[in-house]
């Protein structure tokens, strides 16, 4: 299970940054979202393997670390408002250079 | 008195939704929120009196939560001087947004975004947890992209998208270095990891936490071979926010590079002082012909932010007392001097015939604006290096720094790179105030304030720089022992479990 959970976050995490790195700007979008989910995932297991029970006030047993938990709510909130605000940049983008080349996207190279 | 962390913190915060409530009423919008900077200001400066120069310490738990549970707030020197810095030059900008003729200053939400990251700031420089850092380091990131995104530039988007995107990269990137540690350390309060990381260096992931981190900071900071987006965003945000980016933002890098090197990887520090003298030197040189070579004021100002980031990392490097002390009057000072000149830069550009601050629009437009030019050489004079201004000290400081720690080769390097300086400051001087223009009519533009009262400032640090050197001075021997850090949250969370 380790092993397995280990190899999905590597996978996610190569093709997120094999996506990044295309010309498209709608596809390095998504490669975004799946390198900032496969880094969620990576910080989830942080705790994922202390404990058996949920980390509820008097939960019996040994509780899990809730503190990856949290860091991993927030992160996820960040990176969703990030994505929208990718997504709505990509937009005005589309609509002014009327390409989702990014490498047409040159305004600003001279 | 440990609730005196908060509002420096809270002011602007509550200042974000105070001015969106108030977006009806521009006029009233704009001064409220100098007010609130203003506020905020006034706080900081009474505890920099409190925690630089008499020695007191503050931290807060939040929540009264004990220690790897609640996100610890810190008032240590360092992060108060910061505090201090980034406020400052903030009402600064904001003085400058509430006379600038640009149309985005007419936008509802930019007094409030304007504000977001101040409180961004504000949160990076006083906490003390690793996560809440990445927080506030993405409120900076959201509000800069947003600012730059909504710019009078035609190329502001293209800028706001380029630089989120490399930002987030780094974000992740930090993420990860905060797994890491949390996976070999179990704890993200600074103060802890500290200990723990001295106790246990090496951990399986704690050098890739620290790989990570200083990833992170060097996007953050835009040092080479992390710097291609910079002069991009800077030269296209909006005068009065690039001002804020080109000379506060950017210190975020150097804030977490002096933590990291003193607090967190004592035991790795050289290693890391190596990397930053070598990409130091780097950006000094490729700093500096860049802005030798551009066609842009305002783009010249910004690789010359890559140079002087340069500079400081150098100080930091080096590692002694004495050049660490350098390189923090060096941040100081050069934050007043680079934002004022981006100011003046930016009002010229407001004066010109079209909207731009290229070299071949404002060619000769200066001849309208004689007190302009006048703030330009001072401030050039700064940025070169050239006395009675704090640039003087503050390059003297960090060759000093050099001579006594004998690095010869990065101080003759950086030395012959920081003519240059010179050279396309006087060259830009000379193509805006000395060049004849036909086209040139008097246009009225933004106002010269903001630029001035900072660039006022600069001479009196320069005349009289002693408050500053002494502060430095304190903050670089409460940097000298991390104990002296962990030991102002430990005494936090001592008095909570006596209290409970």
């Known amino acids: 299970m380790n092993f397995l959970t280990a190899l999905a976050i590597a996978t996610m995490f190569s093709l997120g940054l094999f996506q990044l790195m295309r010309r498209n700007t709608i596809r390095s979008a998504t490669g975004l979202v799946l390198l900032s989910n496969a880094v969620n995932m990576f910080l989830f297991t942080t705790g994922a393997y202390d404990g058996v029970a949920a980390a509820y006030y008097q939960a019996q047993g040994q509780v899990s670390d809730p503190l990856p938990q949290a860091l991993v709510l927030t992160a996820i909130v960040i990176s969703a408002g990030g994505f929208a605000f990718v997504l709505s940049l990509l937009y005005i983008i589309a609509e002014r250079y009327k390409t989702s080349n990014s490498d047409e996207v040159e305004g600003l190279r001279n | 008195m440990d609730w005196l962390i908060l509002p420096p913190l809270l002011i602007p915060f509550a200042g974000v939704f105070t001015t969106l409530l108030l977006r009806k009423r521009r006029r009233l919008q704009a001064w409220l929120s100098l007010a609130f900077i203003s506020a905020a200001l006034a706080f900081s400066l009474f505890l920099a009196q409190k925690v630089i120069f008499e020695g007191a310490t503050f931290a807060l738990q939040s929540g009264q939560w004990p220690v790897p549970a609640g996100i610890t707030l810190v008032a240590d020197p ?106 070999s350390y179990g704890t993200l309060n600074l103060a802890q990891l500290g200990e723990l990381i001295q106790t246990e260096p090496l951990k399986p992931l704690a050098l890739a936490g620290m790989a990570f981190l200083t990833a992170t900071f060097l996007t953050k900071s835009a040092v080479f071979p992390f710097h291609f987006w910079q002069p991009d965003f800077h030269a296209a945000a909006p005068t009065a926010v690039s001002a804020m980016l080109s000379s506060v933002v950017v210190k975020l890098g150097v804030y ?245």
């Open chain 2, 256 to 500: 977490g590079f002096l933590r990291m090197t003193s607090l967190l990887f004592v035991n790795q520090a050289d290693t890391l002082r190596l990397l930053l003298v070598i990409l130091g030197v780097v950006g000094v040189i490729y700093g500096g012909f860049g802005a030798a070579g551009t066609h842009n004021a305002k783009r010249m100002l910004a690789y010359s932010t890559l140079s002087q980031i340069g500079f400081i990392l150098v100080g930091i490097g080096w590692g002694t007392p004495f050049s660490i002390a350098a390189a923090l009057v060096f941040t100081f000072n050069h934050s007043l001097i680079k934002a004022a000149m981006l100011m003046l830069a930016g009002a010229i550009a407001s004066r010109a015939p079209v909207k731009s601050a290229s070299f071949e629009v404002v060619l000769g437009v200066g001849k309208n604006s004689p007190a302009a030019g006048v703030l330009f050489l001072l401030g050039g004079m700064a940025l070169a290096g050239i006395p009675p201004t704090n640039g003087f000290i503050s390059k003297l400081g960090i060759f000093w720094s050099g001579v006594e720690a004998e690095q010869y080769l990065p101080l003759a390097i950086i030395g012959v790179a920081s003519i240059l300086t010179l050279f396309y400051v006087i060259s830009a001087f000379m193509k805006i105030w000395f060049e004849k223009n036909p086209n040139v009519k008097p246009k009225q533009g933004d106002w010269l304030i903001a630029p001035t009262l900072l660039v006022l400032l600069c001479l009196a640090l320069g005349i009289w720089g002693e408050p500053l050197i002494v502060a430095a001075n304190n903050i670089t021997a409460s940097l000298a022992d991390s104990s002296n850090y962990i030991s102002i949250v430990k005494e936090a969370s001592a008095l909570l479990q006596v209290s409970q």
């Open chain 2, 78 to 183: 360092l992060g108060v001087f910061m505090l201090v810095m980034t406020q400052l030059v903030l009402s600064a900008g904001i003085l400058y947004a509430i006379g600038s003729t640009e149309k985005v200053v007419q936008y509802p939400t930019f007094y409030p975004l304007f504000l977001g990251l101040a409180t961004g700031l504000s949160g990076a420089f006083l906490t003390g947890d690793l996560f809440n850092l990445f927080v506030f380091a993405e409120v900076i990131v959201i509000t800069g992209a947003t600012l730059t995104g909504i710019a009078d530039d035609k190329y502001g988007v293209e800028a706001a998208y380029k630089y989120f995107l490399i930002s987030t990269v780094a974000a992740l990137l930090f993420l990860l270095g905060v797994g890491s540690l949390y996976a």
